[in-house]
Protein backbone atom coordinates (compact mmCIF):
# COMPACT_ATOMS: atom_id res chain seq x y z
CA UNK A 1 0.00 0.00 0.00
CA UNK A 2 2.84 2.44 1.31
CA UNK A 3 4.05 1.63 -2.51
CA UNK A 4 1.28 2.42 -4.00
CA UNK A 5 0.83 5.84 -2.29
CA UNK A 6 4.59 6.52 -3.42
CA UNK A 7 3.75 5.49 -7.21
CA UNK A 8 1.24 8.25 -7.13
CA UNK A 9 3.47 11.14 -6.13
CA UNK A 10 5.71 10.18 -8.41
CA UNK A 11 3.25 10.04 -11.18
CA UNK A 12 1.86 13.07 -9.72
CA UNK A 13 5.17 15.35 -9.99
CA UNK A 14 6.02 13.93 -13.32
CA UNK A 15 6.18 16.50 -16.24
CA UNK A 16 5.32 14.84 -19.33
CA UNK A 17 7.87 14.77 -21.87
CA UNK A 18 8.33 12.98 -25.09
CA UNK A 19 11.58 10.92 -24.14
CA UNK A 20 10.72 9.71 -20.92
CA UNK A 21 7.94 6.73 -19.89
CA UNK A 22 5.79 8.23 -17.20
CA UNK A 23 6.07 6.25 -13.53
CA UNK A 24 3.62 3.66 -13.87
CA UNK A 25 1.98 1.58 -10.48
CA UNK A 26 0.88 -1.86 -11.96
CA UNK A 27 -0.39 -3.71 -9.28
CA UNK A 28 2.87 -5.56 -8.42
CA UNK A 29 5.77 -2.96 -8.74
CA UNK A 30 6.11 0.79 -9.23
CA UNK A 31 7.78 1.78 -12.28
CA UNK A 32 10.19 5.35 -12.15
CA UNK A 33 10.44 7.49 -15.05
CA UNK A 34 12.70 5.86 -17.62
CA UNK A 35 14.39 7.49 -20.88
CA UNK A 36 13.26 6.20 -24.02
CA UNK A 37 15.24 2.63 -25.37
CA UNK A 38 16.21 2.07 -21.18
CA UNK A 39 15.14 -1.42 -19.65
CA UNK A 40 14.56 -0.82 -15.67
CA UNK A 41 14.89 -3.68 -13.57
CA UNK A 42 13.63 -3.86 -10.59
CA UNK A 43 13.29 -6.52 -7.55
CA UNK A 44 10.83 -9.02 -7.81
CA UNK A 45 7.41 -8.34 -5.53
CA UNK A 46 8.75 -10.97 -3.42
CA UNK A 47 12.39 -10.26 -2.43
CA UNK A 48 13.71 -13.73 -1.61
CA UNK A 49 17.20 -12.72 -3.46
CA UNK A 50 18.34 -9.68 -4.58
CA UNK A 51 19.31 -10.95 -8.02
CA UNK A 52 15.69 -12.11 -8.89
CA UNK A 53 14.31 -9.30 -11.08
CA UNK A 54 11.22 -8.05 -13.30
CA UNK A 55 11.58 -6.17 -16.08
CA UNK A 56 10.54 -3.36 -18.61
CA UNK A 57 11.59 -1.81 -21.16
CA UNK A 58 10.57 2.20 -22.43
CA UNK A 59 10.01 2.45 -26.19
CA UNK A 60 8.68 5.02 -28.69
CA UNK A 61 5.27 3.75 -30.29
CA UNK A 62 3.04 5.09 -33.06
CA UNK A 63 -0.76 5.02 -32.07
CA UNK A 64 -2.28 5.93 -35.27
CA UNK A 65 -2.08 9.22 -34.80
CA UNK A 66 1.64 9.93 -36.91
CA UNK A 67 3.16 10.90 -33.57
CA UNK A 68 5.62 8.27 -31.30
CA UNK A 69 4.71 8.30 -27.93
CA UNK A 70 6.85 6.61 -24.96
CA UNK A 71 5.33 3.77 -23.49
CA UNK A 72 6.05 0.72 -21.33
CA UNK A 73 6.49 -2.82 -22.68
CA UNK A 74 4.50 -5.42 -20.91
CA UNK A 75 6.59 -5.97 -17.45
CA UNK A 76 8.37 -9.23 -17.76
CA UNK A 77 8.01 -11.14 -14.21
CA UNK A 78 9.49 -14.81 -15.54
CA UNK A 79 12.42 -14.67 -13.29
CA UNK A 80 9.86 -14.12 -10.17
CA UNK A 81 8.62 -17.32 -8.50
CA UNK A 82 4.93 -17.53 -8.37
CA UNK A 83 3.89 -18.16 -4.66
CA UNK A 84 0.71 -20.21 -5.99
CA UNK A 85 3.33 -22.84 -8.43
CA UNK A 86 4.52 -25.06 -5.40
CA UNK A 87 6.85 -26.67 -7.76
CA UNK A 88 8.04 -22.99 -9.42
CA UNK A 89 8.41 -21.40 -6.24
CA UNK A 90 10.38 -24.64 -4.72
CA UNK A 91 13.20 -24.53 -7.53
CA UNK A 92 13.40 -21.34 -8.38
CA UNK A 93 13.02 -19.82 -4.75
CA UNK A 94 15.41 -22.61 -3.01
CA UNK A 95 17.29 -23.95 -5.60
CA UNK A 96 20.15 -21.09 -5.22
CA UNK A 97 20.28 -21.10 -1.56
CA UNK A 98 20.28 -24.73 -1.40
CA UNK A 99 23.15 -25.02 -3.98
CA UNK A 100 25.26 -22.77 -0.98
CA UNK A 101 24.11 -24.45 1.83
CA UNK A 102 24.43 -27.78 0.36
CA UNK A 103 28.26 -29.04 1.46
CA UNK A 104 27.67 -27.08 4.73
CA UNK A 105 24.53 -29.29 5.85
CA UNK A 106 25.45 -32.24 8.41
CA UNK A 107 22.79 -34.65 6.58
CA UNK A 108 24.19 -34.25 3.76
CA UNK A 109 27.92 -35.07 5.07
CA UNK A 110 26.41 -38.06 7.15
CA UNK A 111 25.10 -39.78 3.83
CA UNK A 112 28.13 -38.94 1.72
CA UNK A 113 29.99 -40.60 4.65
CA UNK A 114 27.69 -43.60 4.97
CA UNK A 115 28.07 -43.87 0.84
CA UNK A 116 31.76 -44.50 1.25
CA UNK A 117 31.27 -46.96 4.14
CA UNK A 118 29.38 -48.88 2.00
CA UNK A 119 31.50 -48.53 -0.57
CA UNK A 120 34.40 -49.84 1.14
CA UNK A 121 32.42 -52.69 2.77
CA UNK A 122 31.57 -53.93 -0.91
CA UNK A 123 34.91 -54.23 -1.35
CA UNK A 124 35.93 -55.57 1.68
CA UNK A 125 33.01 -58.05 1.48
CA UNK A 126 34.14 -59.24 -2.17
CA UNK A 127 37.90 -59.80 -0.97
CA UNK A 128 36.73 -62.00 2.17
CA UNK A 129 34.43 -63.93 -0.24
CA UNK A 130 37.42 -64.52 -2.62
CA UNK A 131 39.58 -65.71 -0.08
CA UNK A 132 36.76 -68.55 0.48
CA UNK A 133 36.62 -69.20 -3.22
CA UNK A 134 39.98 -69.71 -4.11
CA UNK A 135 41.54 -71.79 -1.38
CA UNK A 136 39.67 -75.04 -1.15
CA UNK A 137 41.35 -76.57 2.38
CA UNK A 138 39.05 -73.92 3.59
CA UNK A 139 36.19 -75.14 2.50
CA UNK A 140 34.14 -77.02 4.48
CA UNK A 141 30.47 -76.82 6.46
CA UNK A 142 30.85 -73.98 8.19
CA UNK A 143 32.44 -72.03 5.87
CA UNK A 144 30.31 -72.63 3.27
CA UNK A 145 27.77 -71.37 5.50
CA UNK A 146 29.99 -68.34 5.74
CA UNK A 147 30.23 -67.79 1.96
CA UNK A 148 26.17 -67.72 1.44
CA UNK A 149 26.60 -64.79 4.68
CA UNK A 150 29.18 -63.22 3.17
CA UNK A 151 27.06 -63.20 -0.47
CA UNK A 152 23.82 -62.17 1.17
CA UNK A 153 25.80 -59.65 2.74
CA UNK A 154 27.40 -58.28 -0.49
CA UNK A 155 24.32 -58.02 -2.19
CA UNK A 156 22.61 -56.34 0.74
CA UNK A 157 24.89 -53.86 0.63
CA UNK A 158 24.82 -53.20 -2.93
CA UNK A 159 21.17 -52.76 -2.90
CA UNK A 160 21.74 -49.97 -0.16
CA UNK A 161 24.46 -48.40 -2.34
CA UNK A 162 22.08 -48.15 -5.29
CA UNK A 163 19.16 -47.22 -3.15
CA UNK A 164 21.53 -44.48 -1.21
CA UNK A 165 23.07 -43.06 -4.06
CA UNK A 166 19.37 -42.67 -6.47
CA UNK A 167 16.81 -41.98 -4.02
CA UNK A 168 18.27 -41.43 -0.22
CA UNK A 169 20.47 -38.05 -1.71
CA UNK A 170 16.95 -37.33 -3.83
CA UNK A 171 15.12 -37.37 -0.22
CA UNK A 172 17.65 -35.85 1.25
CA UNK A 173 17.80 -32.73 -0.98
CA UNK A 174 13.96 -32.04 -0.67
CA UNK A 175 14.80 -32.05 2.86
CA UNK A 176 17.62 -29.20 2.52
CA UNK A 177 14.98 -27.31 0.24
CA UNK A 178 12.49 -27.82 3.08
CA UNK A 179 15.29 -26.55 5.45
CA UNK A 180 16.38 -23.29 3.01
CA UNK A 181 12.88 -22.56 2.53
CA UNK A 182 12.21 -22.20 6.38
CA UNK A 183 15.53 -20.20 7.28
CA UNK A 184 14.74 -17.30 4.34
CA UNK A 185 11.39 -16.52 5.85
CA UNK A 186 9.00 -16.84 3.00
CA UNK A 187 5.45 -17.13 4.03
CA UNK A 188 4.55 -20.03 2.15
CA UNK A 189 7.56 -22.33 4.30
CA UNK A 190 4.48 -23.63 6.64
CA UNK A 191 2.66 -24.91 3.56
CA UNK A 192 5.89 -26.24 2.40
CA UNK A 193 5.76 -28.06 5.81
CA UNK A 194 2.27 -29.38 5.64
CA UNK A 195 2.53 -30.52 1.71
CA UNK A 196 6.53 -32.13 2.06
CA UNK A 197 5.08 -35.34 1.24
CA UNK A 198 3.55 -34.54 -1.91
CA UNK A 199 6.68 -32.88 -2.44
CA UNK A 200 8.93 -35.71 -2.09
CA UNK A 201 6.53 -37.49 -4.38
CA UNK A 202 6.56 -35.28 -7.23
CA UNK A 203 10.13 -35.74 -6.87
CA UNK A 204 10.16 -39.07 -8.04
CA UNK A 205 7.60 -38.54 -10.56
CA UNK A 206 9.33 -35.98 -12.12
CA UNK A 207 12.38 -38.99 -11.93
CA UNK A 208 9.87 -40.63 -13.58
CA UNK A 209 11.53 -43.93 -11.47
CA UNK A 210 8.86 -44.97 -9.37
CA UNK A 211 8.98 -48.42 -10.76
CA UNK A 212 12.36 -48.81 -10.62
CA UNK A 213 12.15 -47.38 -6.84
CA UNK A 214 9.87 -50.74 -6.36
CA UNK A 215 11.50 -52.99 -7.64
CA UNK A 216 15.25 -51.73 -5.74
CA UNK A 217 13.65 -51.13 -2.28
CA UNK A 218 12.19 -54.68 -2.98
CA UNK A 219 15.54 -56.12 -3.54
CA UNK A 220 16.39 -54.47 -0.77
CA UNK A 221 14.63 -55.47 2.02
CA UNK A 222 14.77 -58.97 0.34
CA UNK A 223 18.78 -59.02 1.01
CA UNK A 224 18.14 -57.65 4.20
CA UNK A 225 16.02 -59.89 5.23
CA UNK A 226 18.01 -62.67 3.70
CA UNK A 227 21.19 -61.55 5.91
CA UNK A 228 19.50 -61.87 9.18
CA UNK A 229 17.69 -65.46 8.07
CA UNK A 230 21.98 -66.20 7.11
CA UNK A 231 22.95 -65.38 10.41
CA UNK A 232 19.88 -67.11 12.18
CA UNK A 233 21.42 -70.10 9.93
CA UNK A 234 25.18 -69.76 11.28
CA UNK A 235 23.39 -69.47 14.81
CA UNK A 236 21.42 -72.40 14.39
CA UNK A 237 24.24 -74.72 12.72
CA UNK A 238 26.04 -73.86 16.03
CA UNK A 239 23.37 -74.46 18.33
CA UNK A 240 23.17 -78.25 16.29
CA UNK A 241 26.63 -79.24 16.42
CA UNK A 242 27.33 -78.32 19.94
CA UNK A 243 24.32 -78.90 22.03
CA UNK A 244 22.13 -81.50 19.52
CA UNK A 245 24.46 -83.76 17.47
CA UNK A 246 27.92 -82.58 19.00
CA UNK A 247 29.17 -85.71 17.72
CA UNK A 248 27.90 -85.60 14.21
CA UNK A 249 29.97 -84.10 11.47
CA UNK A 250 27.89 -81.75 9.32
CA UNK A 251 29.03 -82.17 5.48
CA UNK A 252 25.27 -80.74 3.93
CA UNK A 253 24.00 -77.50 4.21
CA UNK A 254 20.92 -78.01 1.97
CA UNK A 255 17.99 -77.61 4.61
CA UNK A 256 20.26 -73.81 5.80
CA UNK A 257 20.54 -73.24 2.06
CA UNK A 258 16.73 -73.23 1.31
CA UNK A 259 15.72 -71.71 4.83
CA UNK A 260 18.52 -68.96 4.20
CA UNK A 261 17.66 -68.00 0.93
CA UNK A 262 13.79 -69.28 1.03
CA UNK A 263 12.14 -68.08 3.60
CA UNK A 264 13.13 -64.51 2.85
CA UNK A 265 10.97 -64.76 -0.55
CA UNK A 266 8.01 -65.47 1.85
CA UNK A 267 8.69 -62.68 4.07
CA UNK A 268 9.01 -59.81 1.36
CA UNK A 269 6.76 -60.87 -1.17
CA UNK A 270 3.87 -59.32 0.62
CA UNK A 271 5.95 -55.34 0.42
CA UNK A 272 5.72 -55.81 -2.90
CA UNK A 273 2.41 -56.90 -4.26
CA UNK A 274 1.34 -54.37 -2.12
CA UNK A 275 3.53 -51.75 -3.60
CA UNK A 276 2.99 -53.39 -7.22
CA UNK A 277 -0.71 -53.68 -6.92
CA UNK A 278 -2.39 -50.98 -4.96
CA UNK A 279 -3.12 -48.16 -6.69
CA UNK A 280 -1.12 -45.68 -4.20
CA UNK A 281 1.50 -43.46 -4.87
CA UNK A 282 3.56 -42.89 -1.44
CA UNK A 283 7.03 -43.02 -1.10
CA UNK A 284 7.79 -46.16 1.32
CA UNK A 285 8.82 -43.89 4.65
CA UNK A 286 6.10 -41.51 4.31
CA UNK A 287 2.67 -43.21 5.27
CA UNK A 288 2.74 -46.28 7.47
CA UNK A 289 2.91 -49.61 5.18
CA UNK A 290 0.89 -52.88 6.99
CA UNK A 291 3.00 -55.05 4.91
CA UNK A 292 6.38 -53.55 6.07
CA UNK A 293 5.53 -54.53 9.85
CA UNK A 294 5.85 -58.51 8.25
CA UNK A 295 9.84 -57.61 7.80
CA UNK A 296 10.12 -56.18 10.80
CA UNK A 297 8.70 -58.68 13.50
CA UNK A 298 11.02 -61.46 11.15
CA UNK A 299 14.03 -59.32 11.64
CA UNK A 300 13.31 -59.36 15.35
CA UNK A 301 12.61 -62.53 15.61
CA UNK A 302 15.58 -63.82 14.21
CA UNK A 303 17.04 -61.45 16.97
CA UNK A 304 15.46 -63.25 19.13
CA UNK A 305 15.86 -67.08 17.98
CA UNK A 306 19.76 -66.51 18.31
CA UNK A 307 19.47 -65.37 21.49
CA UNK A 308 18.05 -68.28 22.61
CA UNK A 309 20.82 -70.19 20.59
CA UNK A 310 23.52 -68.60 22.79
CA UNK A 311 22.31 -69.16 25.80
CA UNK A 312 21.90 -72.89 25.30
CA UNK A 313 25.50 -72.71 23.75
CA UNK A 314 26.85 -70.94 26.41
CA UNK A 315 25.34 -73.11 29.19
CA UNK A 316 26.69 -76.03 27.17
CA UNK A 317 30.25 -74.26 26.25
CA UNK A 318 30.61 -74.14 30.27
CA UNK A 319 29.20 -77.32 31.23
CA UNK A 320 32.19 -78.86 29.37
CA UNK A 321 34.85 -76.62 30.48
CA UNK A 322 34.58 -78.22 33.47
CA UNK A 323 35.15 -81.91 31.99
CA UNK A 324 36.94 -81.52 28.94
CA UNK A 325 40.11 -83.28 27.94
CA UNK A 326 43.17 -82.00 26.87
CA UNK A 327 42.10 -83.83 23.35
CA UNK A 328 39.22 -81.80 23.00
CA UNK A 329 41.04 -78.97 24.48
CA UNK A 330 41.70 -77.24 20.86
CA UNK A 331 38.04 -78.53 19.25
CA UNK A 332 36.22 -76.61 22.02
CA UNK A 333 38.35 -73.23 21.57
CA UNK A 334 37.38 -73.35 18.39
CA UNK A 335 33.87 -73.20 19.39
CA UNK A 336 34.02 -70.58 21.73
CA UNK A 337 35.74 -68.66 18.64
CA UNK A 338 33.16 -69.30 16.49
CA UNK A 339 30.46 -68.57 18.88
CA UNK A 340 31.77 -64.87 20.17
CA UNK A 341 32.16 -64.35 16.26
CA UNK A 342 28.68 -65.26 15.25
CA UNK A 343 26.45 -64.06 18.42
CA UNK A 344 28.78 -60.55 18.23
CA UNK A 345 27.42 -60.13 15.11
CA UNK A 346 24.12 -61.12 16.44
CA UNK A 347 24.01 -58.23 19.07
CA UNK A 348 25.48 -55.73 16.30
CA UNK A 349 22.45 -57.04 13.95
CA UNK A 350 20.13 -56.58 16.77
CA UNK A 351 20.76 -53.16 17.80
CA UNK A 352 19.48 -51.85 14.09
CA UNK A 353 16.49 -53.98 14.59
CA UNK A 354 15.74 -52.10 17.71
CA UNK A 355 16.34 -49.02 15.42
CA UNK A 356 14.44 -50.18 12.40
CA UNK A 357 11.38 -51.43 14.52
CA UNK A 358 11.04 -48.16 16.17
CA UNK A 359 11.24 -46.02 12.73
CA UNK A 360 8.45 -47.54 12.01
CA UNK A 361 6.61 -45.86 14.73
CA UNK A 362 8.07 -42.31 14.14
CA UNK A 363 5.06 -39.84 12.40
CA UNK A 364 6.81 -36.57 12.13
CA UNK A 365 8.92 -36.67 8.61
CA UNK A 366 12.38 -34.65 9.73
CA UNK A 367 12.81 -37.21 12.99
CA UNK A 368 11.75 -40.15 10.36
CA UNK A 369 14.88 -38.90 7.65
CA UNK A 370 16.79 -38.75 10.61
CA UNK A 371 16.39 -42.22 12.01
CA UNK A 372 16.95 -43.07 8.10
CA UNK A 373 20.29 -41.34 7.73
CA UNK A 374 21.06 -43.18 11.42
CA UNK A 375 19.94 -46.61 10.31
CA UNK A 376 21.76 -45.97 7.20
CA UNK A 377 25.20 -45.10 8.64
CA UNK A 378 25.17 -47.81 11.32
CA UNK A 379 24.18 -50.45 8.65
CA UNK A 380 27.38 -49.13 6.41
CA UNK A 381 29.33 -51.01 9.12
CA UNK A 382 27.61 -54.05 9.09
CA UNK A 383 29.34 -55.44 6.00
CA UNK A 384 32.91 -54.77 7.35
CA UNK A 385 31.99 -56.48 10.62
CA UNK A 386 30.94 -59.75 8.94
CA UNK A 387 34.08 -59.66 6.70
CA UNK A 388 36.48 -59.27 9.22
CA UNK A 389 34.56 -61.26 11.91
CA UNK A 390 34.54 -64.22 9.11
CA UNK A 391 37.53 -64.17 7.31
CA UNK A 392 39.98 -61.73 8.41
CA UNK A 393 40.38 -62.39 11.89
CA UNK A 394 39.65 -66.22 11.59
CA UNK A 395 42.75 -68.18 12.21
CA UNK A 396 42.19 -70.62 9.89
CA UNK A 397 41.72 -68.46 7.20
CA UNK A 398 45.01 -66.59 8.45
CA UNK A 399 47.25 -69.05 8.40
CA UNK A 400 46.26 -70.80 5.28
CA UNK A 401 46.55 -67.00 3.80
CA UNK A 402 50.11 -67.10 5.21
CA UNK A 403 50.95 -70.08 3.90
CA UNK A 404 49.93 -69.17 0.63
CA UNK A 405 51.23 -65.79 0.21
CA UNK A 406 54.26 -65.69 2.25
CA UNK A 407 55.37 -69.54 2.05
Known amino acids: MNESYHCDELIRDFEKSSDRCEPLWDTKLCWPSASVNETLELPCPRREFDDQTASRDCILFDDGSGIDRPIWTMGNYSYCPDPDNYTGLFIAVAHEKYLQTEDQMWEHKLLMTSQLIYLLSFVVLSVALVVFVLFKKLRNARTRLHMHMLSATIMQVVMWLMHSVLFDTQLLSAYMYLEVLSKINIHVASKFSNDFRLIVEQMFTRL ?5 YIVLTGLERYFETASLFWLLMEGWFLYELICRKP ?58 INLYFFVEISKVLYAKMKVSVQLQQQKKMEHKTWVRSTFMLVFLFGAQNVLYVAWFFVDRTKPKLLFLLI ?16 CFLNQEVRAVLRKNLFG
Open 375 to 390: IKVFASFQGIFVAFIY
Open 208 to 212: NSYLH
Open 247 to 304: LETKTSIKRYVIIGWGVPIIVTSPWMAYHVYSPHNDVYWVKHDPTVYLIAVSAFLTFL
